[in-house]
């Protein structure tokens, strides 16, 4: 007789569900698609995760996590910080796409930021504070609104690389693309010149 693995299942079940909620969004998804595609039961999913908005919910948090353990906060180091946030993005599109679909179905006053996606933002501003601090980044922008500016120029291309293709071209060269991101961030950040 097979011995359960209740961790495995629940693995499999987030699998399953990135990639179905992903696809799909909230409304479009399909519990029964979900439980089949990670062979377990539909009623364990349920017991397990509630009903299909909260294990959204859970899947976006735990995906989240995954981006957090993958690329630096280390903002100081601009190019490397550029350079994993694209490479991520670029690996796994099902991020933005959840992100996304948030937005177009949930909404910002709808959207729930658990502790760890708070702490994460919070953390990345902190990070870009202190990078002002250090004279390393202007003063005159608040840390929040550069983070957004970063965090748009590298995530807009990706999420919409159709709009991409037809601002770029179609033949257009991804590491020409990426280092004029990475020339505009570098000067959009750049603290003033100072006046001897």
């Not at 011995?3 to 029964?32: C, L, N, S, W």
């Not at 439980?35 to 859970?58: H, M, V, W």
Request: net charge negative; aromatic share 6%.
């Amino acid at each position: 007789m097979a011995v359960r693995d209740p961790e495995a299942t629940k693995a499999r079940i987030f699998a399953a569900a990135t990639a179905e909620f992903a696809a799909h969004g909230i409304a479009g998804a399909r519990v029964d698609r979900i439980a089949r595609n990670a062979q377990a039961n539909k009623q364990l999913i349920y017991a397990y995760f509630g009903d299909k908005e909260a294990l959204f919910r859970q899947v976006l948090e735990k995906t989240m996590l995954a981006v957090a353990e993958s690329v630096t906060t280390d903002i100081e180091d601009l190019d490397t910080w550029i350079d994993q946030h694209i490479d991520y993005h670029r690996d796994h599109p099902e991020l933005l796409r959840l992100l996304m679909w948030e937005a177009l179905e949930l909404g910002a006053e709808n959207a729930q930021a658990g502790e760890l996606r708070c702490g994460r933002y919070l953390e990345k501003r902190s990070k870009v504070e202190v990078a002002q601090g250090k004279g390393l980044m202007r003063t005159d922008m608040p840390s929040g609104n550069i983070l957004m500016l970063l965090m748009s120029m590298i995530n807009y291309p990706l999420a919409v690389p159709q709009v991409a293709e037809f601002t770029l071209g179609p033949d257009s060269d991804p590491d020409s693309a990426r280092a004029w991101t990475k020339d505009a961030i570098r000067r959009i950040v750049a603290p003033a010149e100072t006046s001897t």
